[in-house]
Nanobody
């Protein structure tokens, strides 16, 4: 079993900042990558940012320059710092972790989602 604990969502005014946290626990052999995705009402889930085991990051064009993703490998935790938030950032944000539960078997795991609402 793998659990993802998300925190940090909320309501913020446009131009403000929020920090989202995700901590993975349970049967973890090795984490391949971690990331955040988001889904707005009526839209498909989309990538926000990901980070691989080596620390390499990938950001959606819509958030580049406003978002920073960092990872603590020792704690299996992920931090998404979001600045200069816009109304278009309003969505449910989901933590994703791709990991091996043993040397042979891997899977994608999702958090329950945390709501981010940006008022304009």
């Amino acid at each position: 079993q793998v659990q993802l604990a998300e925190s940090g969502g909320g309501l913020v005014e446009a131009g403000g900042s929020l920090r989202l946290s995700c901590v993975a626990s349970g049967s973890i052999f090795r984490i391949v990558s971690m990331g955040w995705y988001r889904q707005a009402p009526g839209k498909q889930r989309e990538l926000v940012a990901t980070i691989n085991a080596g620390g390499g990051t990938n950001y959606a064009d819509s958030v580049k320059g406003r978002v920073t993703l960092s990872r603590d490998n020792a704690k299996n935790s992920l931090l998404l710092q979001m600045n200069s938030l816009e109304a278009e950032d309003t969505a449910t944000y989901y933590c994703n972790v791709r990991l091996y539960v043993n040397p042979m078997n891997w899977g994608d795991y999702w958090g329950q989602g945390t709501q981010v609402t940006v008022s304009s």
